[in-house]
C-alpha cells in the first residue's frame, strides 16, 4: 500500500470563512487528510481563474476553493463573483480534457472545523478515484518528446510552466 496514490490538492481559501475553520478544525484535533496545501486569500472574489489553470499546470491533481456562505461575504458580493468564475472555469477544464470535479467549490465558515475536515476528506476521496491529473501525463510526453514536438500550443504551454518558465500574459489593450 506504499505505492497508494496521495493526490496533491491546493486549497485556495477565503482569509475570514474558511481559512478561520481550518484553523478551528486543526485547534480542536479533528483529524482529515493532509494532501491539500492552502493559500490564504482575502476573498475569494479575488481569485483569478488564471491561478486555477496555473496550478493544474503546475502539477496540482485537484484545486479546493472555500469561502463564506452566500450572503455572509464580509465584501458583500465577493463569494456570488468566485461562484460564477468557478462554473465557468470547470467548462473551461472540461473543453481541456480534465474532469470538472478535480475543481471544487464550498463554503464554510469559521465555526464550521468538522464541515471543513468532511470537505477536505470528500475531495480527497474523489480524487483518489479519478487518479493523477491527465495534465501530468501531457507534460511527461510533452518533455520526453521535446517540446518543439508538442501537438499543439496548450501542451508546449503546459510544459512550458513545467520547466520553471513563466507563462507569458497577453499584452493589455488600452482604450
Known amino acids: 500500500m506504499a505505492d497508494e496514490f496521495e ?10 470563512c474558511t481559512y478561520a475553520g481550518a ?15 492552502v493559500i490564504r486569500v482575502m476573498c475569494t472574489g479575488r481569485i483569478d481563474p488564471a491561478f486555477i489553470l496555473e496550478a493544474f499546470s503546475l502539477g496540482a491533481d485537484a484545486v479546493l476553493v472555500s469561502g ?12 456570488y463573483k468566485a461562484r460564477r468564475r468557478i462554473a465557468l472555469t470547470r467548462k473551461v477544464l472540461e473543453q481541456y480534457g480534465i474532469d470538472p ?13 468538522a464541515l471543513w475536515a468532511e470537505v ?24 520526453e ?7 499543439d500550443e496548450d501542451l508546449a504551454e503546459i510544459a512550458k ?10 499584452p493589455v489593450q488600452k482604450k
Open 120 to 143: 477536505v476528506k470528500d475531495m480527497v476521496n474523489t480524487i483518489k478515484k479519478l487518479g493523477p491529473s491527465p495534465v501530468q501525463k501531457k507534460v511527461k510526453v510533452a518533455a
Open 7 to 16: 493526490p496533491k490538492i491546493l486549497g485556495i481559501l477565503c482569509n475570514w
Open 101 to 113: 470535479r478535480r475543481l471544487k467549490m464550498t463554503f464554510v465558515s469559521a465555526s464550521e472545523g
Open 68 to 79: 463564506c456562505h452566500i450572503g455572509d461575504c464580509h465584501y458583500i458580493a465577493g463569494n
Open 145 to 151: 518528446a521535446g517540446h518543439a514536438a508538442a501537438e
Open 161 to 170: 510552466a513545467s520547466a520553471g518558465k513563466k507563462l507569458e500574459a497577453a
Open 23 to 37: 484553523d478551528l478544525a486543526g485547534t480542536s484535533r479533528i483529524q482529515y487528510p493532509p494532501n491539500v496545501r
